[in-house]
């Protein structure tokens, strides 16, 4: 994983600058640490048994808080074709409620497979980012500061629809971490499941949107398959509550897309 910060510039971890990453271990959870391990370098030379072998994980995060300059995300393309991921602060927010912007982004990040940089936002961002900026889409909806605590915080929203996987976590030490990792795409009911139709006219197959909006109303069949595979507490479905919250108290989330 290369990390960058909010200049463009590599923010490197003593380890890779040794060799080249190789394949990583992950564990999600509700509120669990996202861990990464990275092999030893390889050659004649083994560890000997006072190897420290929590130093790679330690190296990874002084990295990650390296990069962090200010409230804003980390943002990491999980996946292995380049992505640009826009930033859509709300219209209006009230209480519980708030007006989606769908067609004035206030930035777009592109990241090349496996990248992962800083992105600086303003205090006062309420919204979230997505790929692309069509629907349907995985929604990864946060505020920087929240009024009554003044931290970020986060969740998933499927319910205008799902074109991947995306986890959001805390990066102040508190551990926390909710979404999803696997691709729930490919085995979805074909009742469930809509094209979208990109810029360049080629076509992705998403989860169509639980809710509607101006295209379709609320598909049922991707609401039930959701719940069964996804869950409540893992993202938003179908409004409704139980979906569990991830504040950082440093004003900055980590988020990734798969």
């Keep these: 994983m290369q990390l960058f910060d909010q200049h463009g510039q590599p923010v490197h971890l003593q380890q890779f600058n040794q060799q080249q990453p190789a394949n990583h271990q992950e564990q999600h959870g ?55 991921y826009f930033f859509f602060d709300n219209y209006w927010n ?36 997505q790929r692309g900026n069509i629907q349907p889409a995985t929604w990864v909806e946060f505020q920087v500061k929240a009024s009554n605590d003044g931290a970020a915080h986060g969740d998933i929203s499927l319910e205008q629809g799902c074109d991947g996987a995306a986890t959001i976590s805390s990066t102040d030490g508190t551990n926390r971490s909710n979404g999803f990792t696997q691709d729930i795409i490919k085995n979805a009911p074909p009742a469930a499941v809509v094209e979208r139709t990109e810029h360049n006219g080629s076509k992705t197959k ?26 409540q507490k893992k993202a938003y479905i179908a409004g409704g509550t139980g979906t569990d919250d991830v504040a950082s108290h440093n004003m900055c989330l980590r988020v990734d897309f798969y």
């Design 30 to 84: 509700d509120k669990q640490e996202q861990h990464q391990q990275e092999p030893h370098k390889q050659g004649d030379e083994q560890p000997d048994d006072k190897t420290d072998h929590t130093s790679d994980a330690s190296q990874q995060r002084t990295a990650i808080h390296a990069a962090i300059s200010g409230p804003g995300v980390m943002l990491h393309n999980r996946s292995s074709k380049p992505e640009t």
């Design 94 to 129: 009230g209480n519980g409620t708030a007006g989606a912007n769908f067609d004035h982004p206030m930035k777009s990040v592109h990241l090349a497979p496996r990248m992962c940089k800083f992105v600086s936002l303003p205090e006062s961002f309420k919204g979230r980012v």
């Design 206 to 231: 998403c989860i169509a949107s639980t809710m509607g909006n101006w295209s379709a109303g609320p598909n049922h069949a991707a609401a039930e398959y959701e719940k069964r595979v996804v869950g």
